[in-house]
T-cell receptor, first 109, second 116 residues
Framework: SQQGEEDPQALSIQEGENATMNCSYK?????LQWYRQNSGRGLVHLIL?????REKHSGRLRVTLDTSKKSSSLLITASRAADTASYFC?????????FGAGTTVTVRA | GAVVSQHPSRVICKSGTSVKIECRSL??????MFWYRQFPKQSLMLMAT?????????EQGVEKDKFLINHASLTLSTLTVTSAHPEDSSFYIC????????????FGPGTRLLVL
């Protein structure tokens, strides 16, 4: 079942700017993952942060996790036109993923 | 590595017919496969989880007789939409995880189904 809510629903930024999106969830998690989906395509795994971790980096991506607030954020630094996509958070529990509603990011050249 | 394929990528069928969608792990053995559906501009909803050689576990509200799942080998799972209706039109995505790496799912490119 879908339990994550993402904010904002849509984001439009200029190339080179940073993009931040947030995810909130309701139940227990083992980890939280972020995925990217280009229009009409499958999902690409971006990063996984475990419930005992607070921050994680991967290239231009920075993810934070606050289990006390049941929230996570994804920051994309120095955005590029190729970053235009929908981004989903997904919480994992019992090896099942529950996806958030997604944030659509548009990066303007 | 960790590539998952789906076939077909898109299919159009008439109402009342059945459609089979294949999901294959190309370079690893998938002990568990998952099937999701996604409506336009919405999130992915888990339909069912299948483990190789055993019956699929369906999420609440998903009709198991309508969405038949078979996971007969470690590299192939199939989803058959039986007696399809226009409301079954959706984007169906599978994912697969390997033994010992169950927290990581590798997603297929999806199958767009349109029922006329």
């Amino acid at each position: 079942s879908q339990q994550g809510e993402e904010d904002p629903q849509a984001l439009s930024i200029q190339e080179g700017e940073n993009a931040t999106m947030n995810c909130s969830y309701k139940t227990s998690i083992n980890n939280l993952q972020w995925y990217r989906q280009n229009s009409g395509r499958g999902l690409v795994h971006l990063i996984l942060i475990r419930s005992n971790e607070r921050e994680k980096h991967s290239g231009r991506l920075r993810v934070t996790l606050d289990t006390s607030k049941k929230s996570s954020s994804l920051l994309i630094t120095a955005s590029r036109a190729a970053d235009t996509a929908s981004y989903f958070c997904a919480t994992e529990w019992d090896y099942k993923l529950s996806f958030g509603a997604g944030t659509t990011v548009t990066v303007r050249a | 590595g960790a590539v998952v394929s789906q076939h077909p990528s898109r299919v159009i069928c008439k109402s009342g017919t059945s459609v089979k969608i294949e999901c294959r792990s190309l370079d690893f053995q998938a002990t568990t496969m998952f099937w999701y559906r996604q409506f336009p501009k919405q999130s992915l909803m888990l339909m069912a989880t299948s483990n190789e050689g055993s019956k699929a576990t369906y999420e609440q509200g998903v009709e198991k007789d309508k969405f038949l799942i078979n996971h007969a080998s470690l590299t192939l799972s199939t989803l058959t939409v039986t007696s399809a209706h226009p409301e079954d039109s959706s984007f169906y995505i599978c994912s697969a995880s390997a033994a010992g790496q169950k927290e990581t799912q590798y997603f297929g490119p999806g199958t767009r189904l349109l029922v006329l």
